[in-house]
């Protein structure tokens, strides 16, 4: 009895184990979970929203941390400030050709770059839309997007901010949330109205009796914002007016300059391992002086469409290919965590929708 007992456990930990490594290579090769945690995709993607993310369209990313906890990400659950994984090794990346390219406007995973703490695929996850790829010359004018100097169309949904002017009585809460509108508020008494917005919704709310006007909120081009990419002076740009810029390209090679620095220095250290010393008259990479660097990767530009609250390419520059992890594919399901009962708190109309 005891034997079969044994017999019995030993199934049960095979059968378990066996099922952590078909979740964890489905996970690795063929798609993954994403929740949409914050607002800056409002209104193509919303906070709450569960997106499948394919990892077959670009090609898997082999494991660069192969020691990990299953289905953790950072740090083990209900262990707070444990790690879920041991960085003692580290591979090399690695990336299974996939069945297409990376497409302008396609919605995509990636771990945030900047995050130095963690390694490369421990890193955050973020979910924006990739607007220039490698080898594009990249521009914001006016808040309209320029790839190869060609205007962009946006995104249907596309949001900006705009000042709203009203006769001073409340705008009508029920029709901010049949709008969508739920981000900005009142910001005087005089009727004064800061909303985040489609242009549809725009348009509605113009033709509010007690709306006088709804104008368009702008930077204006040459006003310099420090926290805005390369956080440099010599780059007067801001979230309205940015560029043009040259995407990294695999292969390419860019001539060094105290001018141009600001733009690639993160790239040659941070991202590609190098050792960078600059002094009065030279660059030293790895030792060796340089007036040229060779990109080793290719890099991407991405944008939330929620365009003036979202942090991306604008605020931190641009994103490596070994930190894409996959093509957000469609929507398996959407909570609101907002609303009032159970039944209610499923956004039922974007079940299975399509990503565009």
């Known amino acids: 009895m005891a034997k079969k007992n ?18 964890s290579v489905i996970r690795i090769f063929v798609f993954e979970l994403f929740a949409v945690s914050s607002t800056s995709m409002e209104k193509s993607l919303l906070a709450g929203d569960f997106i499948f993310v394919s990892q077959l369209h670009y090609g898997p990313r082999m494991p660069i941390t192969p020691l990990s906890f299953p289905f953790a990400h950072q740090e083990i659950p209900f262990l707070e400030n444990r790690k879920s994984y041991w960085e003692g090794i580290q591979l090399p990346y690695l990336r299974i050709p996939g069945f297409s390219k990376i497409n302008h406007n396609d919605v995509v995973v990636f771990n945030y770059p900047l995050e130095t703490e963690h390694p490369v695929d421990q890193k955050t996850f973020f979910v924006k839309r990739c607007i220039a790829l490698p080898g594009d010359t990249f521009r914001i004018e006016k808040k309209k997007v ?9 995104p249907e949904l596309t949001q900006f901010n705009y000042h709203v002017k009203t006769d001073s009585t409340l705008i009508n809460p029920l029709l901010l949330y ?4 739920n981000e900005g508020g009142k910001i005087s008494n005089k009727g004064d109205w800061q909303l985040s917005m489609t242009s549809d919704a725009r348009e509605r709310l113009k033709k509010e009796k007690n709306v006088n ?9 040459g006003h310099y914002t420090e926290y805005v990419f390369p956080n440099n002076e010599n780059f007067p740009w801001n979230v309205d007016n940015f560029g ?11 001539s060094l300059s105290f001018q141009n620095l600001p733009l690639y220095e ?7 391992g190098n050792t960078m010393e600059v002094n009065d008259s030279a660059f030293l990479i790895n030792g060796n002086e340089s007036k040229y660097y060779k990109f080793k990767m290719n890099y991407y530009f991405v944008l939330g469409d929620n365009r003036h609250n979202s942090a991306d390419s604008r605020f931190w520059g641009f994103v490596p290919e070994n930190h894409l992890v996959g093509k957000a594919v469609f929507i398996l399901f959407s909570v609101d965590k907002n609303a009032v009962g159970m039944f209610s708190k499923i956004r ?3 079940i299975l929708n399509r990503i565009q």
Request: aromatic content about 10%; glycine content about 4%; cysteine-free.
């Open 213 to 221: 006007e709804v104008i368009e909120t702008s930077e204006q081009p």
């Open 178 to 181: 049949e709008l969508g509108i």
């Open 244 to 254: 043009p810029v040259v995407i990294p390209r695999a292969g390419d090679s860019v």
């Open 348 to 350: 039922w109309r974007r």
């Open 146 to 154: 320029y790839i190869n100097d060609m205007e962009m169309e946006n």
């Open 6 to 23: 044994k017999s019995n456990f030993v199934e049960w930990i095979e059968a378990i184990f066996l099922a952590i490594v078909i979740v």
């Open 266 to 272: 993160k790239i040659i250290s941070l991202y590609e």
